[in-house]
């Protein structure tokens, strides 16, 4: 090996290995990672992308195989070993703690201090102003981190990963809650840190984005290596084939009319500053998309529906009955069911095994008057078959399964409780295609079965694919409604901008 071919590697894995009670997740890695370039990691939820970063950045050490950096074998037993040679991560799931401000924590553990010793605040809240500034991002450097938007706490995390020069930028699904704007906004900044030669392994389901973005892209399946080619010599097709070992039909499912009585029918809510006079109804086997810009109040809605917003005004009817919903139980009573947009923040508790989060919300109905543990572990399996879902035992923590799996098992828990409503909220979030186009079928078939499903995304794909009828709204208000040849990105983005404008009903 000539010592140009050794200066032109940051990376280099061998055999890596690594296995989580006796199951193997990732079985012989071996690769190259350049100094300087932006090498796209792909493959299905459960394939190992995420185990493989993990080991990159030291929260995993490889049960097998060995580590170079910049040609020095390398033991990274733990983030701060990986930090301290010049690694950063952005996780999947935010490691944020909501109770502190921003600047804290994009300096927990790395806080600048003054001559004296003590810590230096002004330097700090200024540093993360500068951040801010070059993300284009809103979040006050003083507003505590429960108080933000998903998108703002996704700058937070990136923010938080370049404060500091790093080599080795680890991006796992970053663009997830982002906009187009955020999105190219971001896609600027790693082009700009690839020009300093920073080296970044960017791991996302959206395709389009990794071709884009990357120079280099990496093939996972089922743990294994599959190939490592030049983004410009593939495709979507190609790289969607590679990642499931064969060709994907339609991804999503054939639309079919609603013809059921109304399910839901919200006249008039409102929420003090960020709901105002929304009105719409839902019909029993009917997907329904909302559409609309970041910060358009469509969570808010679906949160005010559940409980989890005080509504100032407004009325909610269920099956033709009102409902006076003030917590989230009242919801549930009702026969509403949600799958949050924060998956880990409201969704589920990855802490617990698999058959705790599966019956989370549904508890009371395995209690004769003890908790009828068999009958539980009974319907987890029945999910575990349905969604497919991947994971060492039913016993299992979510914390061990891959973020698409993790969705699967939020999914489950929602419709645990027999509803007659669903409500999801970005549903396909960090999910890759194929998983992608079983949840679409599962959506599709819950609507065939006679449930209401009310659909948040950002995705306009997924809402011009899935959705027969479409509300788009904009600064809290339902401004547009859209069906048959009309639900297209154009109009969608006219009403949602402001361009068109009006009232839903």
């Known amino acids: 090996m000539t010592s140009r071919e050794t200066a032109e ?22 690769v190259e990672i350049r100094k300087g370039e932006i090498l796209g990691i792909i493959g299905e939820n459960g394939a190992g992308k995420s185990t493989f970063i993990k080991i990159l950045s030291g929260i995993h050490e490889p049960t097998a195989g060995t580590i170079e950096f910049d040609g020095h074998a390398v033991e990274l037993k733990d983030a701060a070993a990986a930090k301290r040679i010049g690694v950063s991560l952005i996780p999947q799931e935010f490691n944020l703690v909501a109770t502190l401000k921003v600047y804290e924590n994009i300096f927990l553990g790395a806080e600048l201090r003054g001559r004296s010793g003590l810590l230096d605040r002004k330097a700090m809240i200024e540093r993360t102003r500068e951040l801010m500034r070059e993300l284009d991002a809103d979040a006050d450097p003083l507003a505590s981190i429960g108080s933000l938007s998903v998108a703002q706490k996704q700058m937070v995390e990136i923010a938080k990963a370049i404060k500091a020069e790093c080599r080795l930028l680890i991006m796992d699904e970053p663009t997830t809650v982002l906009t187009g704007r955020e999105i190219d906004i971001l896609f600027g900044l790693m082009r700009r840190l690839k020009e300093k030669g920073v080296t970044i392994v960017y791991i996302s389901h959206k395709l389009k984005e990794v071709k884009t973005i990357c120079d280099r892209v990496m093939v996972l399946r089922d743990g294994a290596f599959i190939c490592l080619e030049e983004a410009s010599a593939l495709g979507t097709d190609e790289m969607a084939r590679r990642m499931v070992g064969r060709e994907l039909s339609q991804i999503f499912p054939q639309k079919k009319a609603a013809e059921g009585e109304v399910a839901l029918a919200v006249e008039g809510l409102a929420v003090e500053g960020l709901l105002h006079d929304v009105s719409f109804s839902l019909r029993a ?13 469509r969570t808010e809605l679906a949160e005010s529906i559940m409980g989890v917003r005080r509504i100032s005004g407004g009325k909610i009817w269920v099956e033709g009955r009102e409902r006076r919903i003030r917590k989230p139980g009242d919801a549930v009573v009702a026969g509403i069911a949600y799958l949050s947009e924060d998956r880990q923040g409201a969704g589920i508790l990855t802490a617990f095994s698999m058959y705790a989060n599966v019956t989370l919300v549904s508890l009371a109905s395995y209690a004769r008057p003890l908790i009828a543990h068999a009958r ?28 698409g799996n993790q969705q ?14 669903l409500i999801v909220d970005e549903p396909t979030r960090g999910v890759d295609v194929k998983a992608k186009s079983d949840i679409y079928a ?25 959705c027969g009828r479409v509300i788009v709204m904009r600064e809290g208000r339902a401004v547009g409604e859209l069906s048959g040849d009309r639900i297209n990105e154009e109009e969608i983005m006219y009403y949602a901008t402001g361009i068109k404008g009006g009232s839903a009903r």
Do not use: H
């Open 442 to 466: 599962f959506i599709r078939a819950l609507a065939d079965s006679g449930i209401a499903v009310m659909f948040i995304s950002s995705e306009l794909e997924e809402i011009i694919g899935m």
């Open 285 to 297: 086997g009917e997907i329904l998309g909302f559409a609309g810009l970041i910060g358009a109040g």
């Open 408 to 421: 699967k098992v939020s999914l489950a828990k929602s419709l645990d409780t027999q509803p007659r409503v």
């Open 9 to 30: 590697v940051l990376v280099r894995t061998r055999g890596i290995v690594k296995e989580f009670s006796s199951v193997r997740v990732l079985d012989s890695i071996s």
């Open 376 to 403: 539980e572990l009974e319907k987890t399996r029945f999910y575990v078959d349905r969604f497919e879902i991947k994971a060492p035992s039913i016993d299992a923590r979510l914390e061990n399964l891959s973020g």
